[in-house]
């Protein structure tokens, strides 16, 4: 699914002004050190920074292709996304990423809980052309970057979205249960 792909991680910020320490930057160095995983990351703090990021990999990233996944590190509640003190829907979130992700996986960090309705889902996969959304519905004092890296790394061996989140669950069962990891597609 993954097979020598990249992944584009952008992370919610108060300020890209400002120097801030990302408690992910070291684990997507840590992805490209022991999985050889290439990986690129971005910082935003506001709705125009997410969108000229977006753009910006979308319409002037010549390895756009290559990207599998779409890692989002936001905070949010109950299924909208928190960008500069604003919360945005996943009906938001769809129209703007229109027919724009095709044959991406969309994953969030455990910094946001994921759980949605069918409808929801759907309507944002069908929108946007994604292949799933991913990420975890329970909120727990740990950071999932260890958790996301060994399932990026899955993606490397298989193809099939249900047999990543099967050989996941077998490796890690403990903590995915705790976390919630999910995957909808």
Request: some cysteine; overall charge negative; glycine content about 6%.
């Amino acid at each position: 699914m993954f097979s020598k792909k990249r992944i584009y991680c952008l992370e919610s910020v108060p300020d890209v002004e400002s120097p801030s320490k990302s408690l992910f930057l070291p684990e997507l160095e840590n992805l490209a050190l022991q999985y050889g995983i290439t990986n690129v990351y971005k910082t935003c703090d506001s709705i125009e920074g997410f969108e000229e990021s977006i753009s910006t990999l979308v319409y002037e990233d010549r390895n756009f292709k290559d990207y599998s996944i779409i890692y989002l590190v936001f905070e949010g509640k109950e299924n909208e996304l928190k960008i500069d003190n604003y919360y945005y829907s996943f009906e938001e979130l769809a129209e703007f990423f229109e027919g724009k992700l095709k044959g991406k996986i969309i994953h969030f960090s455990n910094t946001f809980l994921l759980d949605l309705e069918e409808e929801t889902f759907q309507y944002f996969l069908d929108v946007t052309g994604a292949k799933a959304i991913s990420g975890y519905g329970n909120r727990v004092p740990v950071l999932s970057a260890a958790l996301d890296n060994l399932y990026f790394s899955l993606g490397e061996e298989f193809d099939d979205p249900t047999e990543i989140v099967e050989v996941l669950y077998e490796k890690q069962y403990t903590i995915c249960k705790t976390m919630g990891f999910k995957m909808y597609y």
